[in-house]
């Protein structure tokens, strides 16, 4: 059974980076043609789409966070990483990392699976 | 940019009752990359429907997806008290996916 698990930091000042960490468990993340993104959801708020990375090594993101967003794979430790930069009070969230796709490459959301959460707090 | 709304936001029903809730987008949109998501209270959100009407692995038969175009449709055939909880649609246009801002079921 796949399994994804975030990890990083709880809190965040201001103006830093904010890092986050997926490790896939149960599944190689090289190894199938599917999508490996980031999801996020302010609390009380609905759920905003960060990026994804294809298994071709193409990486899309939201236009809106293009700017501050860097999603990165290590396949060897399995992992998957974000970094977003210059954060604010807007960026606190819960941070769900997820798998997309159908295994052909196709339906990027189709996000069949998903990690447990990890909230960021930016506070100064 | 397609803009996915979801109405109404809340609906306050009793379980046993049929739910219809809706999705519009702001264009047509191709219904093979639309997707309805539940949500339970701390939970991470779980993948109910794919491509408008099918539904993901493990997902009961009273769960049912329609729609084309711009008008999409989640129904619930009779509510069971662990189906009160948000629910999301979700589009994949050319490689952005764009979420509806959601409908709560609450209990009545």
């Known amino acids: 059974q796949l399994q994804l698990q975030e990890s990083g930091p709880g809190l965040e000042k201001p103006s830093e980076t904010l890092s986050l960490t997926c490790t896939v468990s149960?599944?190689?993340?090289?190894?199938?043609?599917?999508?490996w993104g980031w999801i996020r959801q302010p609390p009380g708020k609905g759920l905003e789409w960060i990026g994804s990375?294809?298994?071709?090594?193409?990486?899309h993101y939201s236009p809106s966070l293009k700017s501050r967003a860097t999603i990165s794979v290590d396949k060897s430790k399995n992992q998957f990483s974000l970094d977003l930069t210059s954060v604010t009070a807007t960026d606190t969230a819960v941070y769900y990392c997820?798998?997309?796709?159908?295994?052909?490459?196709?339906?990027?959301?189709?996000?069949?699976?998903w990690g447990q959460g990890s909230l960021v707090t930016v506070s100064s | 940019d397609i803009v996915m709304t979801q109405s109404p936001a809340t609906l306050s029903l009793s379980p046993g009752e049929r739910v219809t809730l809706s999705c519009r987008a702001s264009?047509?949109?191709?219904?093979?990359?639309l997707s309805w998501f539940q949500q339970k209270p701390g939970q991470a959100p779980r993948l109910l429907i794919y491509?408008?009407?099918t539904r993901a692995t493990g997902i009961p038969a009273r769960f049912s997806g329609s729609g084309s175009g711009t008008d999409f449709t989640l129904a619930i055939s009779s509510l069971q008290p662990e189906d009160f909880a948000v629910y999301f649609c979700?589009?994949?246009?050319?490689?952005?996916?764009?979420f509806g801002g959601g409908t709560r079921v609450e209990i009545k």
């Open positions: 997820t798998r997309g796709g159908d295994g052909s490459g196709r339906f990027m959301g189709r996000l069949e699976y």
């Open positions: 149960g599944g190689s993340i090289g190894s199938t043609s599917y999508y």
């Open positions: 491509g408008a009407s």
């Open positions: 264009q047509s949109v191709d219904s093979s990359y």
């Open positions: 990375y294809s298994y071709s090594g193409h990486i």
């Open positions: 979700q589009h994949d246009e050319n490689f952005v996916l764009t």
